[in-house]
């Protein structure tokens, strides 16, 4: 099981799913505190900010930083959850919590997963770059982000709920 959450609501989430991993993915990483229950080495912390292009004076997602997230999840054993984390919990841990749903399940349909995270939170907006790079990475062939479309837009808001992402 997968749990979606922002920073604020992490030691909470993490409590309360008794999460083994978080994946921590915003700016400004060295502010977050790894909760005491959670492993140093099933802590992973990638820098990026909440951008769809390339800013001067912004890290955008690149290949790299995909290829870390997807490494740490394939690595994660499923033996208790994994809580994927950004700043506000909706846009960068709503796609690499997409991302990592459809590398743990190849044959899973993306609208599927899409519809799911929809379903469990009408304010994700999965960032548009982390979604695009994560399918290149996966050879999904442009779905993911179709499938994104097929999501509709968020309701907004400022900082999201925290949620879960069913990986059957």
Not at 132 to 144: H, I, V
């Amino acid at each position: 099981m997968i749990h979606v959450c922002s920073l604020a609501a992490l030691p909470e989430t993490v409590r309360a799913t008794g999460a083994s991993h978080v994946l921590t993915v915003m700016a400004n990483v060295d502010q977050v505190q790894r909760p005491v229950s959670v492993l140093p080495a099933n802590h992973l912390k990638v820098s990026m900010d909440d951008i769809i292009e390339e800013m001067e004076g912004f890290v955008a997602p690149s290949p790299a930083h995909i290829e870390k997230v997807l490494n740490f999840v394939r690595g994660w054993d499923r033996s208790a959850p994994l809580v994927v984390h950004c700043y506000a919990g909706i846009s960068r841990s709503t796609a690499s919590a997409f991302a990592a749903a459809c590398a743990l399940n190849p044959r899973r349909d993306e609208i599927t997963i899409a519809r799911q995270i929809r379903a469990a939170s009408p304010i994700a907006q999965p960032n548009r770059l982390i979604v695009s790079l994560a399918d290149k990475a996966l050879g999904r062939e442009g779905r993911m982000l179709r499938a994104l479309d097929e999501m509709g837009p968020a309701t907004m808001t400022i900082e999201g709920q925290p949620f879960r992402v069913e990986l059957e």
